[in-house]
């Protein structure tokens, strides 16, 4: 079992930079691959972004590319995105997902545990 806190989340004006984090609890972190989604009030959930258990080759929603990174630091048990340039379309909640061993990072059925989420609000 794998409980996903996430953090970081926040008010930012529309440009602006915001790190979340993911900080995750039970053993063998390295071994999971990780993704963050977003659902919007009324939207779907969707993938923003993931990295696998080897953190080679990170994948991105076409959205985000250039301007969101998704890293991990096994030793410390998270993973964070770093967004900027954010844009008020990106008003969301941020989920933190895991899967243990490969997946396809960026389907949503692929993960077996969640977070709670993380209210991201960007102004216009």
């Known amino acids: 079992q794998v409980q996903l806190v996430e953090s970081g989340g926040g008010l930012v004006q529309a440009g602006g930079s915001l790190r979340l984090s993911c900080a995750a609890s039970?053993?063998?972190?390295?071994?999971?691959?990780m993704g963050w989604f977003r659902q919007a009030p009324g939207k779907e959930r969707e993938f923003v972004a993931g990295?696998?258990?080897?953190?080679?080759?990170?994948y991105y929603a076409d959205s985000v590319k250039g301007r969101f990174t998704i890293s991990r630091d096994n030793a410390k048990n998270t993973v964070y995105l770093q967004m900027n340039s954010l844009k008020p379309e990106e008003t969301a909640v941020y989920y933190c997902?895991?899967?243990?061993?490969?997946?396809?990072?960026?389907?949503?059925?692929?993960?077996?545990?969640w977070g709670q989420g993380t209210q991201v609000t960007v102004s216009s």
């Open positions: 990295i696998s258990w080897t953190g080679v080759s990170p």
């Open positions: 039970g053993r063998a972190f390295s071994s999971y691959t």
């Open positions: 997902a895991a899967h243990r061993g490969a997946a396809d990072v960026r389907a949503r059925t692929s993960y077996s545990y």
